[in-house]
């Protein structure tokens, strides 16, 4: 399988502190790759370098092939990464229909149209309904996304990037702080993806990596210390002593 | 998918821009304004300016999240360039004369627009209003051009479309200033429930998210704040024209801040912010001007506070139903973060 996304010596410094440090990673066309790591080992901010929230200290990012490390954070939306946040950033005084159909509108190419009315395009309103049935949030569709419960807030979160039709999808923690009850709707939509997108998923509950990935990269302390297939990571006695020790004996 | 739910949320979506009653109402009582109050002309007609004036605001403050203490930067080159084109003969005509001063304010507001796209509220405050002094210095500097101090001296503005000539009672000046603020609040009115308006808001939410769908953020602030300029540079055009006068006030620090407390008064994000706050804050002067003209000063600043006091419980007619106007005044000094910044509490 080809390589979709790539970081080389990749490195992020905040002051003194390294939170990545050298970081290669490869991501396959199609995968289901899982990004682990104690609190603090710098996964987050792999995120934010390979959207361009944040720019490295050192090292290179390449999407299909291409150097997009200077590139601004929307035109690598453009170019098909998208992304979730681990505390969700929404529009609160937007409701979710408004907020998807803005990114419907963004990819299509009329985000910046000032002469049409909102919705005048049926197909961006076919697939704003097509995106809020998938996520369930056609009943809150009006309401103000301040003030829906987290769950809803949550789903939104994630079904605005899946609005922004990915082929790499970074997912930061989806689940954290969803209900037990109310997780597998979030794990379902992420398994429910088409095959050919790319999925990132950092995520700390090992029962949900291990049912998800094909492969898992382990990163500690900035630095990736282990990377290959689940049966793999799982057995390796580094990784037990280090970080999974408590989960993967249980 | 349920066509039927395609239909609704279509419909839905297409009354988001439907005019309400209220707006109706507030238009027939501009018109009735001319027909009844005519010898409230000369007052109606500074109220109509300042209303174009507060709307150009209210369109990078209460869309964008753009705090401005300089927007009599535009205002002020519309008035001079207004000015300078009839008292030249360069462009005779009003309206072409006017269109032209908004244009090159729009000119000056994309050169400067680069400056406001970064940095907090604070560092937006000093540097719009860096801005408007260095255009009020330029103009005292260049006296044989703006008449300096004196102001621009013996101006003639031609009759409008050659057809109607301005009057002392300000007849022909309220109509026409009336006209030019409704066409350029339909303008507004279609911008901001267009995508491009919707992603203004999405912007001022949360720049973050914005850029994270792939919305150019800096590109948007650019663009509205060069159309509000435009907007300011008409306004001053305006006053220019239904004055046949220009000064160094134009470009005034007081000019700006009172454009802020016009929108305090009248709310910002709805369009009708700046329109109410002008026709409020023209009245209130006037009245306190007669009874007391030395403490206008104090009686405004007494409103001011007063209107953050209490302001937290008015509530606002907005688009879709009634709104607490309270989220947009605790809000309204702290409208956005910097365009793009780190997530708030990822990776600590
Ligand atoms: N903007 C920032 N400024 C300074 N330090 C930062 C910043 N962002 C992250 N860090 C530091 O970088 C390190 C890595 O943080 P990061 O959020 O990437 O970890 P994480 O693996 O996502 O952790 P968690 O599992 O808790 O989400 C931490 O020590 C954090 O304090
Ligand atoms: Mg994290």
């Known amino acids: ?26 991501i396959e066309k199609g995968a289901r ?54 505390i969700n950033q929404l529009f609160l005084d937007l409701t979710p229909l408004e907020t998807v159909g803005l990114a419907i509108s963004e990819r299509l190419g009329s985000g910046a149209q000032w002469w049409r009315l909102v919705g005048s395009n049926p197909h961006v309103v076919e697939e704003i309904v097509e995106i809020l049935g998938r996520f369930h949030l056609t009943d809150v569709m009006h309401e103000r996304t301040g003030n829906l419960p987290y769950g809803k807030q949550r789903l939104l979160e994630i079904a605005l ?90 | 998918m349920p066509p039927a739910l395609v239909g609704k949320v279509a419909h839905r979506l297409a009354t988001r821009a439907r005019w309400r009653l209220l707006e109706y109402a507030f238009w027939l009582a501009a018109l009735a304004s001319f027909f009844l109050l005519p010898n409230r002309h000369l007052i109606l007609t500074e109220i109509a300016w300042l209303a174009l004036f507060a709307l150009s605001l209210d369109l990078i403050l209460g869309y964008a999240g753009i705090i401005s203490l300089g927007h009599a930067a535009f205002f002020g080159l519309g008035s001079y360039l207004a000015a300078l084109l009839a008292k030249h ?23 400067t627009s680069f400056l406001v796209l970064r940095g907090s509220d604070l560092t937006r405050l000093m540097v719009t209003l860096g801005v408007a ?10 006296p044989d051009i703006t008449g300096g101090a004196d102001g621009l001296q013996g101006v003639v503005i031609a009759p409008i479309l ?12 309220y109509a026409y200033c009336l006209i030019v603020l409704f066409i350029l609040f339909l303008l507004a009115r279609r911008v901001v429930y267009s995508p491009f308006g919707l992603s203004l808001r999405a912007v001022k939410g949360n720049p973050l998210r914005a850029a994270s769908i792939g919305i150019s953020v800096n590109a948007r602030l650019v663009t509205i704040y060069t159309f509000a300029a435009f907007y300011a540079g008409i306004a001053g055009a305006l006053l220019a024209q239904t004055t046949a006068f220009a000064s160094l006030d134009v470009f005034s620090f007081e000019r700006s801040a009172d454009l ?76 956005a973060a910097a365009p793009v910044a780190v997530p708030p509490g990822e990776g600590s």
Not at chain 2, 89 to 111: Q, T
Not at chain 2, 133 to 142: D, G, K, V, Y
Not at chain 2, 162 to 173: M, T
Not at chain 2, 291 to 307: E, H, K, M, S
């Open chain 1, 1 to 26: 399988m080809p390589v979709v996304l790539e970081t080389v010596a990749l490195e992020k410094h905040f002051g003194g502190i390294a939170a990545v440090a050298g970081v290669s990673l490869s």
């Open chain 1, 33 to 86: 790759h899982a990004l682990i790591g104690p609190n603090g080992a710098g996964k987050t901010t792999v995120i934010n370098l390979l959207t361009g929230v944040l720019r490295p200290t050192a090292g290179r990012i390449l999407l299909e092939g291409e150097d997009i490390t200077s590139l601004d954070a929307y035109k690598r939306v453009q170019r098909g990464l998208a992304r979730t946040f681990q």
């Open chain 1, 161 to 250: 990037a899946i609005a922004c039709r990915p082929r790499v999808l970074l997912l930061d923690e989806p689940a954290a702080g969803v209900p037990e009850d109310e997780r597998h709707e979030i794990l379902a939509t992420v398994a429910a993806l088409p095959a050919d997108v790319t999925v990132l998923l950092i995520e700390h509950d090992m029962d949900i990596v291990f049912s998800f990935a094909d492969r898992i990269s382990v990163l500690v302390n900035g630095a990736l210390f282990v990377d290959g297939p689940p049966a793999e990571v799982a057995r390796d006695p580094r990784v037990k002593a280090v970080y999974l020790g408590e989960s993967l004996d249980a």
């Open chain 2, 89 to 111: 003969g360069i462009v005779n005509e009003p309206v072409l004369a006017l269109v032209l001063s908004g244009l090159c304010a729009a000119v000056l507001g994309f050169a």
């Open chain 2, 133 to 142: 002094l260095i255009m009020r210095e330029i103009a005292n500097q260049i």
């Open chain 2, 162 to 173: 050659g057809l109607f000539q301005f009057d002392i009672f300000g007849h022909v000046a």
């Open chain 2, 260 to 335: 802020l407390l016009v929108l305090i008064i009248g709310g910002t994000g709805y369009l009708y912010g700046g329109l109410i706050g002008a026709v409020i804050f023209k009245l209130m002067q006037d009245w306190i001007a007669n009874l007391t003209p030395q403490y206008w000063q104090f009686w405004i600043g007494l409103v001011l506070v007063l209107i953050v006091l209490i302001g937290r419980d008015r509530i606002a007619l907005r688009t879709g139903g009634v709104r607490l106007l309270a989220e947009r005044i605790t809000r309204r000094f702290a409208p």
